[in-house]
């Protein structure tokens, strides 16, 4: 399995930009599909997941009701629009597969990574 994600850049603060993950190599509806993210001398930390039929979603605190996961089972890709983007949500942003049905927020749970775009808020 091979994750490729894109989308990352350098924007303002309160903009929005979306990054797409996508997934080669198995059956990319098998897999529940995550984002995290990591900042600079931070550890990485979960931001949202969303299971293989896109009825199961969970995000993390910092970003919810600003971010949305979501998912094309016919392109192999998860998305992750990001609105209201703040100085705080640079970070590397990597995609993450489980495979498994059940939706995990914990790094140990997922079974590939993404390589990571960066995503970089200016005040």
């Known amino acids: 399995v091979q994750l490729q994600a894109s989308g990352g850049g350098l924007v303002q603060a309160g903009d929005s930009l979306t990054l797409s993950c996508a997934l080669s190599?198995?059956?990319?509806?098998?897999?529940?599909m995550a984002w995290f993210r990591q900042a600079p001398g931070k550890e990485r930390e979960f931001v949202a997941v969303?299971?293989?039929?896109?009825?199961?979603?969970y995000y993390a605190d910092p970003v919810k009701g600003r971010f949305t996961i979501s998912r094309d089972n016919a392109k192999n890709t998860v998305y992750l629009q990001m609105n209201s983007l703040q100085p705080e949500d640079t970070a590397v942003y990597y995609c993450?597969?489980?495979?498994?049905?059940?939706?995990?927020?914990?790094?140990?749970?997922?079974?590939?990574w993404g390589q990571g775009t960066l995503v970089t808020v200016s005040s």
């Open positions: 993450a597969a489980r495979r498994s049905i059940v939706v995990a927020t914990t790094k140990s749970q997922f079974d590939y």
């Open positions: 969303i299971n293989w039929t896109g009825g199961s979603i």
């Open positions: 190599g198995r059956t990319f509806s098998s897999y529940a």
